[in-house]
């Protein structure tokens, strides 16, 4: 019983951990301008993103450039994404005030992703 509680309280630091740093991560990136030129290429209009756009812009920054793995940074980021996805499908009808922050750190890992295609694009420009 004793070592359940361990465990628990194990997975539940490593988890508050997680969250804390893919929440640094997605900071880090909103002070970052992207570029015209790839809000132009994206169609990107104003600063919040629709969350929807975040495995599309991803997709995009693997294919820009010089093709290389994820970051374990975009790894991070990628799965936060789909904790808070998967949250988000089971928690509407209990706590709409939860579900708007969950909108707005989907729309905020929406924008660490243009961010990266942004600096995936940047050596490219001539």
Known sequence: MISAIIFVFCV???GQFFVAYCRTLLAASEG???SDRTRQIVGIHGKALDPCEFHRLLGLAQMAGI???PTP???AVKSYYSVLRLIGRHL???SPVALQWIERE???CA???AVSLDRRLAPTVD
């Open 12 to 14: 539940a630091a490593i």
């Open 32 to 34: 970052l301008a992207i």
């Open 67 to 69: 093709p290389a793995p």
């Open 73 to 75: 940074q975009v790894r």
């Open 92 to 94: 509407p009808l209990h």
């Open 106 to 108: 989907l729309s905020r």
């Open 111 to 113: 924008y660490f992703a």
